[in-house]
């Protein structure tokens, strides 16, 4: 049985898989289901992992695991895993058809433990694979949860002190536009721009959003050009090579060390990559690789890895321990991920206090201004 990427199958996955897409009614219910989550696939092997090794056969393992299973799409998915292999069919192919699902690396680790005889083991090493890249999605998540709150709560109280309290200041300067100061001016013409066009400024600000979000995420100019921006960024290109890095030495060490073919393995790094520069750079060693080169020579070409990783890696093709050096870095810089979020966090998180503060202060300054302006010349007149 030989390795595969899971591309010829994808078309043939079975209409089973698609049961519970669509809402059902039930009386005046309406049921949504979106298909499982990283979660719920880090949950179902871990459990086919635990029962695998208590040696229940891999049919019953899914049948009891689906039967148990609240997601109906995931449901039919996992029974139909089940159906496939009573049928004859191998587990790696039947994961093979649902690549939305299970993708590349899952599916080959899989393929390489049939051949190897060692599907616990494998299971278990996936395992840990999923709740590595689970941790590390937590934590970017977390590290934008405090700083997403603070922007949110900036951006309303502004809103809403230009919208509902400005209007009341602003009356009292009615007439004498002239003697305010040009702060005020400005405070005056956002709040009026906000009360009478709201209906234009408001869609136009979500279309800005859409468009950016389309342009970096739908199109390959905006992808390469917001991947390229991110790594220029100080502290969030840190940040992002950090994660990259992690990510491509992870899957690597993990492929190598399963027994997945090295051509195989550099195609699933080059999958998750998570960006398009990194994307190339491994799509580019795959192709030297093939030609028969060794994988340190071909990183040394690009600049996107650090020359002591490069170094390490080449170690490790010498030695034979390629795996365990590739699983140390991604070690390494697991670390040094977790280092830069902590450093992003503590440094994001005054500077949004402080932002806001300024907005605010900017806003009670514009209407103290031509009080203390208009004082004095009451008073000198």
Not at 64 to 86: T, Y
Request: aromatic letters at 8%; charged letters at 15%; one cysteine or more.
């Amino acid at each position: 049985m030989a390795l595969f990427t899971s591309q010829s199958t994808a078309k043939s996955a079975p209409a089973a898989a698609h049961s519970g897409r669509q809402p059902q009614w039930q009386g005046v219910n309406i049921s949504f289901d979106f298909g499982p989550s990283k979660k719920d696939i880090l949950n179902f092997t871990n459990q086919l992992a635990v029962m695998v090794r208590a040696g229940i056969s891999l049919q019953d393992a899914l049948e009891s695991i689906g039967n148990q299973i609240p997601k109906q799409k995931f449901r039919a998915v996992v029974l139909d895993l089940k159906s496939q292999i009573e049928g004859g069919e191998c587990f790696s192919r039947a994961l093979a058809r649902y690549p939305d699902i299970f993708g590349n690396l899952y599916v080959n680790m899989i393929a390489a433990a049939e051949i190897s005889g060692s599907m616990s083991a494998m299971l278990q090493q996936l395992v840990a694979y999923l709740d590595q890249e689970s941790e590390t999605r937590s934590q970017i998540i977390g590290a934008m949860v405090y700083p997403a709150i603070i922007a949110t709560m900036a951006v309303s109280c502004v809103t809403f002190l230009l919208i509902f309290v400005l209007p009341r200041f602003l009356l009292v300067f009615a007439g004498k536009e002239d003697l305010l100061p040009a702060p005020t001016k400005l405070i005056m013409a956002l709040s009026g721009g906000l009360r009478h066009y709201w209906f234009i400024i408001f869609p136009a600000i979500a279309a800005v959003i859409l468009g950016f979000w389309y342009l970096t995420h739908r199109t390959d100019a905006g992808k390469f050009w917001w991947d390229k921006i991110k790594l220029r960024i100080p502290l969030l290109g840190t940040l992002c090579r950090s994660l990259y890095i992690t990510r491509s030495m992870h899957t690597m060490g993990v492929l190598t060390n399963a027994g997945v073919p090295i051509l195989d393995t550099i195609s699933i790094t080059a999958l998750i990559s998570g960006n398009i520069l990194y994307e190339r750079m491994w799509r580019g060693v795959h192709e030297a690789v093939r030609q028969g080169k060794k994988i340190a020579v071909s990183l040394a070409e690009y600049d996107l890895m650090p020359s002591n990783v490069v170094q390490m890696i080449q170690s490790g093709e010498e030695s034979g321990s390629l795996g365990e050096v590739l699983k140390d870095i991604a070690e390494f810089y697991a670390r040094q991920l977790r280092t830069v979020i902590k450093a992003a966090t503590s440094m994001i998180e005054p500077l949004m206090i402080v932002m806001m503060g300024v907005l605010v202060g900017f806003i009670a300054m514009s209407i103290i201004l031509p009080i203390f302006k208009m004082s004095s010349v009451v008073t000198s007149g």
